[in-house]
């Protein structure tokens, strides 16, 4: 079983929800990950956090307008890219309006979220 950890922008629950249940209806070989903020997060959050993230063979990070104000997505994505944790970043939306990757990240390719390219990723790892 791989194990997905999932980054979002808080307001993008949605788009983590409906990842989350695509992998459902196709019985994946994968479990997806969240450590979602409820409440402000403090280094304790981070910790656990990175220890989640070094548990799992990947990372999933989903691209809206909101990513680049989404202090803990951006954190997620560093912690993964420091502790070499392959990341794939997809699209939340098709028009791709506003969507694009922090500076604080480094450039890393964004793909449209596409089900057979996210499965096939996956199944790379």
Same mark, same amino acid.
């Given at each position: !079983?791989?194990? $997905?950890?999932?980054?979002?922008?808080?307001?993008?629950?949605?788009?983590?929800?409906? %990842?989350?249940?695509?992998?459902? *209806? /196709? @019985? #994946?070989?994968?479990?997806?990950?969240? !450590?979602?903020?409820?409440?402000?997060?403090? #280094?304790?959050? +981070? &910790?656990?956090?990175? &220890?989640? $993230?070094?548990?799992?063979?990947? !990372? $999933?990070?989903?691209? &809206?307008? *909101? /990513? +680049?104000?989404?202090?803990?997505?951006?954190?997620? !994505?560093?912690?993964?890219?420091?502790?070499?944790?392959?990341? %794939?970043?997809?699209?939340?939306? +098709?028009?791709?309006?506003?969507?694009?990757?922090?500076?604080?990240?480094?450039? %890393?390719?964004?793909?449209?979220? @596409?089900?057979?390219? $996210?499965?096939?990723?996956?199944?790379?790892?």
């Amino acid at each position: !079983m791989k194990r $997905i950890f999932i980054s979002f922008a808080i307001e993008d629950e949605n788009l983590r929800d409906f %990842l989350r249940g695509q992998s459902r *209806n /196709t @019985n #994946s070989p994968f479990e997806f990950v969240d !450590m979602s903020v409820k409440q402000p997060w403090d #280094s304790q959050w +981070k &910790t656990k956090c990175r &220890t989640r $993230i070094r548990g799992c063979d990947g !990372m $999933i990070s989903i691209i &809206t307008r *909101n /990513t +680049k104000k989404a202090d803990g997505q951006i954190w997620e !994505m560093n912690c993964a890219i420091d502790e070499g944790i392959p990341l %794939l970043a997809i699209y939340g939306n +098709k028009d791709h309006i506003g969507a694009t990757i922090p500076n604080e990240c480094g450039y %890393l390719p964004v793909v449209d979220w @596409n089900w057979e390219k $996210i499965s096939a990723w996956i199944k790379q790892l």
